[in-house]
């Protein structure tokens, strides 16, 4: 079966640092688009970064300069690296992946997420 685990969040002050990883099992995550989510109590879920197989980043506006979307295909892994973390930050953050290469927006599998808290 297709399982997506997030690791890494934690609580945070602000200005500071969080690597997300995202270990994939039962698809291949170098064929097809992956991405972070992220979802905050009663806001919608929104996406955060995103990278395709053939490498194409894209970021929210609200992070872009100070995350990072990165993967390893070797270790069937995704990353996001959050730098200058803001209070506004804080939220679940939801690994996910496309059945395709070339979708912006997967959200065809999910992890679990894990909390991100950001103090100011």
């Known amino acids: 079966q297709v399982q997506l685990v997030e690791s890494g969040g934690g609580l945070v002050q602000a200005g500071g640092s969080l690597r997300l990883s995202c270990v994939v099992s039962?698809?291949?995550?170098?064929?097809?688009?992956m991405g972070w989510y992220r979802q905050a109590p009663g806001k919608q879920r929104e996406l955060v970064a995103v990278?395709?197989?053939?490498?194409?980043?894209n970021y929210a506006d609200s992070v872009k300069g100070r995350f990072t979307i990165s993967k390893d295909n070797a270790k069937n892994t995704v990353y996001l690296e959050m730098n200058s973390l803001k209070p506004e930050d804080t939220a679940v953050y939801s690994c996910?992946?496309?059945?395709?290469?070339?979708?912006?927006?997967?959200?065809?599998?999910w992890g679990q997420g894990t909390q991100v808290t950001v103090s100011s």
């Open positions: 996910a992946a496309d059945r395709s290469g070339f979708n912006l927006t997967p959200s065809d599998y």
């Open positions: 039962g698809i291949t995550i170098g064929i097809r688009t």
């Open positions: 990278i395709t197989s053939g490498g194409t980043r």
